[in-house]
């Protein structure tokens, strides 16, 4: 028994030697990419974001914003004035490119970006169409959307609620604004949960026209004739303890629906799926980030929204 496992070891050992011999040639590059993301829409600035990757086993000791980047962004074949902020401007924060107005549907948005010794990225979109006119009710913590649409395509449905509160105390008031999560959020990661139909995602205030806010998106294809039915249990906003004992408040609510390309949930979905996890475990994705930047990574991706006047229950 004891030869039977010398003569194994033996050719193990062999076999081990050999393949030292083998030049291993196709392995990654441990060359730097420009990552992009961009969400051009009718906010009033179109910020973008570009920074430099650092692949693994190296270190960057230089700034992490690229200000000496060559950035051109189009607009209908047409080239757009860009300005870089070397601090924050208005909701632009530091480091980020911005095109000093928004988009409109149909707009057709192509962005380059070139900087020495890194290869050079394109990419485009297009703004989807504004979502039509809808029907809204929000009764008993429940936010309930109607509409026809006769352009669903490959769009995807978000849902917002943003809720401003004036809280009364004796001769003081205080004013505060938060966006309502979803009371049942689906579970999954942290910052985005999917679910069987819907996707729970946090949006960044610059990109998506104002606070933090978590926004639950549904495609198309769940709904039929073009009738779309959007409904949300509507939990709490964070809001600041300020006031102790009895108070009074007064509340009044926005309803924001917006319109994403599928592209946009593609690129959500693969940096959250709740299935593919492999960094809890201490081990790199198997798989790359859905991306629509040639030559790079990132995201760009038109989006539109439509919007309420303020409700008051």
Not at 241 to 255: A, I, N, Q, T
Request: net charge negative.
């Amino acid at each position: 028994m004891k030869t039977i496992k010398h003569i194994i070891c033996i050719a193990i050992a062999v076999l081990l030697f050999q393949a030292c011999d083998i030049e291993i040639t196709d392995y990654p590059q441990n060359k730097p990419k420009l990552f992009l993301q961009c969400c051009p829409g009718p906010q009033d600035s179109t910020v973008i974001q570009l920074y430099r990757t650092i692949p693994i086993g190296t270190r960057y000791e230089g700034s992490p914003y690229l200000s000496d980047a060559n950035l051109q962004v189009k607009v209908n074949g047409e080239i757009q004035r860009v300005e870089y902020a070397d601090k924050w401007v208005g909701s632009v924060p530091t480091g980020c490119w911005f095109v000093p107005n928004g988009m409109k549907e149909n707009d057709v948005v192509e962005i380059e970006a070139f900087l020495e010794g890194v290869e050079s990225i394109h990419a485009t979109t297009s703004v989807p169409t504004v979502v039509p006119d809808f029907q809204y009710e929000i009764s008993e913590g429940v936010a309930s959307i109607s509409f026809t649409d006769n352009h669903q395509g490959k769009s995807w449905y978000g849902l917002a609620v943003l809720c401003e509160r004036t809280v009364l105390q004796n001769d003081l008031s205080y004013v505060e604004t938060g966006y309502l999560m979803p009371a049942n959020e689906a579970s999954g990661t942290t910052g985005m949960a999917i679910s069987k139909n819907y996707l729970d995602i946090g949006f960044n205030g610059w990109a998506f026209g104002g606070l933090h806010s978590v926004v639950r998106i549904w495609p198309s294809d769940l709904f039929e004739n073009g009738e779309v039915h959007l409904r949300m249990d509507l939990g709490d906003a964070f809001w600041v303890k300020l006031f102790s004992g009895k108070y009074d408040e007064v509340r009044k609510y926005k309803v924001r629906v917006y319109r994403f390309p599928e592209e946009f949930y593609k690129y959500a979905a693969s940096l959250n799926n709740k299935h593919d996890r492999y960094a809890d475990y201490g081990f790199s994705r198997t798989d790359v980030s859905y991306t629509n930047v040639v030559g790079g990574f990132g995201i760009l991706s038109g989006w539109n929204v439509k919007e309420t006047d303020w409700i008051y229950p």
